[in-house]
DNA sequence: TCAATTTTCCAAAGCGCTTTGGATATCTCT
DNA sequence: AGAGATATCCAAAGCGCTTTGGAAAATTGA
């Protein structure tokens, strides 16, 4: 069923079809509401790409999600982001187009969805220090958000983010003001933004207690299970070992849990624990009583949130770029305590 | 730049320039070579929505996430399976369409995609045992493949399913071998179909060694490492608690194995555990030497493999569907070990 | 009652591509 | 050299929608 035969079973005119349906005003209500009641019967909804052709409007927005050629792994929050950005495309009629695409190829990627019109705009993931990305689109005059920051980048553009430096410093602070003074790192990939700024917030609060950073207690890599338990395993037999670990995820503060326990340590006793938490749908911290102290932070919401500064970027071009800065909650768990007692 | 500014440029016909891009034989191999020199420098390509209503293609698959209302839940394995299957969108030019969706509204959503023509097919995830989306897609006559199988549906469809059944039930029987007879089952949600079959292998097991299943110990739910902590700790309580746990996720097996030491207990000695293993990029089973025993079967591979299934089918519509049945390897790592003997 | 509005509807052009049905130029063969 | 084949290109229609510029019908005002 396409806009024709509805028109010429209805006796109507294409033109007066399709502004009954796209809430025109110069249609009377009797008849709209005769087309509407057509529209339904016959199951008729307008072809994406004829209407896309006819208004220059993919309604589409794209979401590059970039995976690393070395390790091949898909980011673990992925699932989530979109899940929240597809709540917020469904409500405003959009469709999300997906792109997995190895580091490599990024720039090719961009330039097609632009170039073929198959978007009116696009997320960015997963942005790294300096990310070209963000000039490149620029300069494309595509319009986009990221999802979190690329420090280096001179172009205003429009992210949202977590304070990851302010949360993994008050986390810190945390740690330190329960008497720990050996507090290890175990942070995202180097080149990632947000392991950066978290450092960042790490070392800022090391230094305002005047503890200097040991870099035998500071790790970086990909944020697996394993990761967090080979990490620890290593850092717990150091003659010096530390009392406190901060972690990039909930999956690497399930490694190092292990780590900490096939020691014989109790978590939160012998060795205190801060994650940052995702709230990933599949990963719970704990259900009532959080397992893990935790900075917390949606990811979901970012991605409904953050969608909805697209869509809005996209409907007012003129508009300066949005930002926003989310404050991590620091919820306390189980995994955390006092400093053990030096004998 | 569109065809029609490309073809000015070159003093050709819009015919002729489409026709040198698309590599029909009627046009010189000079002048193709021109075209497609002046297409490379002036970076175009062709628009996605125009093609698409020229050709009444939509060069794109649809992927339809179910989310559990009630959980909120999305699919672990969700990303790892759509990174295959971009793979094969990227290579043969489809692009992906991605809806997430609550259970409630699915059918409305492949009925839009359908009357929108905006794909031209669609994968199907998560099936459920007598899955209504079969018999709705199949009448609908929306070419689809489904990531699984749907016990109880009747029309023939394209399907990709690791043989769960034979899985769990050579891990039952790997574990009766080594002197298990107290053999627990965590499985997933009892409506989907991969879980239903998991047990039948269970059990079919139990049953060839005249072994009577016992309730207490199966379990099934959402596989979070939380329920894999809750039900494991449960079951060690019990009386006559198992000497052996099949767990249907890595994520919860890492929460079996969290139960097992948490009681001074240690895994592949006291209490053997074998997991199913979808080999997803962020939670690797070990590096070298596998952490679990485990019943392994790629889902980043079973995406590459189904979205060319739903390619070739697309491609001819008369051939009956394909259908793929993979066996998931039984691989040995440290958690399984003979049963401990009765003091 | 009749001109001036206002409502309500329509025909046709256009979005950027593919494809049909020629037309023209170039070869081939005798 | 000239007919038939073949290679090369083109104009125009059509895909399903929106939207512009009117036209016809209904309503209003004096």
Same mark, same amino acid.
């Given at each position: 069923m396409n806009l024709k035969q509805l028109s010429q079973n209805l006796g109507l005119s294409q033109t007066t079809v399709s502004r009954a349906l796209n809430g025109y005003p110069e249609v009377s209500p009797a008849t709209?509401?005769?087309?509407?009641?057509?529209?339904?019967?016959?199951?008729?909804?307008?072809?994406?790409?004829?209407?896309?052709?006819?208004?220059g409007q993919a309604l589409a927005i794209g979401h590059v999600i970039p995976m690393s050629s070395k390790h091949e792994m898909v980011n673990p929050i992925f699932g989530d982001f979109i899940?929240?950005?597809?709540?917020?495309?469904?409500?405003?009629?959009?469709?999300m187009i997906l792109s997995i695409v190895d580091d490599k190829n990024e720039a090719n990627v961009y330039q097609g969805l632009k170039s073929r019109r198959a978007v009116d705009g696009v997320i960015v993931?997963?942005?790294?220090?300096?990310?070209?990305?963000?000039?490149?689109?620029?300069?494309?005059?595509l319009?986009?958000?990221?999802?979190?920051?690329?420090?280096?980048?001179?172009v205003p553009y429009a992210w949202l983010d977590v304070n990851n430096r302010s949360a993994f410093e008050r986390a810190t602070n945390y740690l330190y003001d329960l008497g720990h003074r050996r507090i290890a790192l175990l942070n995202g990939l180097e080149d990632?933004?947000?392991?950066?700024?978290?450092?960042?917030?790490?070392?800022?609060?090391?230094?305002?207690?005047?503890?200097?950073p040991d870099t035998a207690l500071m790790r970086s890599g990909e944020m697996t299970e394993l990761s967090g338990y080979g990490a620890t395993r290593e850092m717990l037999a150091?003659?010096?070992?530390?009392?406190?670990?901060?972690?990039?995820? +909930?999956?690497?503060? @399930?490694?190092?849990?292990? /780590?900490?326990? &096939?020691?014989?340590?109790?978590?939160?006793k012998d060795v205190s624990v801060i994650t940052h938490d995702d709230v990933l749908s599949y990963l719970k911290n704990g259900d009532d009583v959080p397992i893990f102290t935790a900075t917390r932070s949606?990811?979901?919401?970012?991605?409904?949130? +953050?969608?909805e500064m @697209?869509?809005?970027?996209? /409907?007012?071009? &003129?508009?300066?770029?949005?930002?926003?800065?989310?404050?991590a909650e620091l919820i306390v768990g189980a995994s955390t305590g006092p400093a053990p007692r030096k004998d």
């Amino acid at each position: 069923m396409n806009l024709k035969q509805l028109s010429q079973n209805l006796g109507l005119s294409q033109t007066t079809v399709s502004r009954a349906l796209n809430g025109y005003p110069e249609v009377s209500p009797a008849t709209r509401a005769r087309v509407e009641e057509a529209a339904r019967a016959f199951n008729y909804r307008p072809s994406t790409r004829a209407k896309g052709l006819a208004t220059g409007q993919a309604l589409a927005i794209g979401h590059v999600i970039p995976m690393s050629s070395k390790h091949e792994m898909v980011n673990p929050i992925f699932g989530d982001f979109i899940a929240g950005a597809g709540e917020t495309y469904a409500r405003h009629g959009y469709e999300m187009i997906l792109s997995i695409v190895d580091d490599k190829n990024e720039a090719n990627v961009y330039q097609g969805l632009k170039s073929r019109r198959a978007v009116d705009g696009v997320i960015v993931h997963g942005p790294r220090m300096n990310d070209m990305r963000i000039p490149l689109l620029d300069q494309l005059g595509l319009p986009f958000a990221v999802h979190g920051r690329a420090s280096g980048c001179t172009v205003p553009y429009a992210w949202l983010d977590v304070n990851n430096r302010s949360a993994f410093e008050r986390a810190t602070n945390y740690l330190y003001d329960l008497g720990h003074r050996r507090i290890a790192l175990l942070n995202g990939l180097e080149d990632m933004d947000f392991a950066h700024r978290r450092r960042d917030g790490y070392l800022s609060s090391l230094a305002a207690h005047d503890l200097s950073p040991d870099t035998a207690l500071m790790r970086s890599g990909e944020m697996t299970e394993l990761s967090g338990y080979g990490a620890t395993r290593e850092m717990l037999a150091l003659p010096d070992a530390p009392t406190a670990i901060l972690c990039s995820s +909930l999956i690497s503060a @399930l490694g190092v849990r292990r /780590a900490i326990e &096939e020691k014989g340590l109790v978590m939160g006793k012998d060795v205190s624990v801060i994650t940052h938490d995702d709230v990933l749908s599949y990963l719970k911290n704990g259900d009532d009583v959080p397992i893990f102290t935790a900075t917390r932070s949606s990811v979901r919401d970012a991605g409904r949130k +953050l969608a909805e500064m @697209l869509l809005d970027a996209i /409907a007012n071009p &003129e508009a300066p770029p949005q930002t926003v800065l989310l404050e991590a909650e620091l919820i306390v768990g189980a995994s955390t305590g006092p400093a053990p007692r030096k004998d």
